[in-house]
């Protein structure tokens, strides 16, 4: 969990407006703490998660037209009342 925050706070040990150094310090501690959280995980439930996927893998990704549509109408109404509040301004 550390290393998710990590990844996604806007506070870094190394800033990122220093040249090279800035993101040099995201480029290594997280691919080390990704590391490092996948060999806390007991190797009998990496192989449990490993057969379940390839199970899903093989009978086919499920679809959820409902949701799916849903998001699309979503972002359609978002674009329509966005493109309306920039045409009244203009």
Do not use: C, R, T
């Not at 190394?14 to 806390?40: E, M, N, Q, R």
């Not at 995980?41 to 990496?46: G, L």
């Amino acid at each position: 969990m550390l290393i998710v925050a990590y990844a996604f706070s806007p506070i870094d040990l190394i800033p990122d407006f220093i040249p090279i150094l800035g993101y040099l310090d995201d480029l290594i501690i997280v691919p080390f703490g990704i590391i490092f959280a996948l060999k806390l995980i007991p190797p009998h439930v990496i192989d449990d998660h490993k057969e379940a996927a390839e199970k899903l893998k093989q009978s086919g990704k499920p679809k959820n037209w409902f949701v799916g549509i849903l998001f699309i109408i979503i972002w359609v109404i978002f674009a329509v009342w966005i493109s309306k509040i920039i045409i009244h301004h203009i």
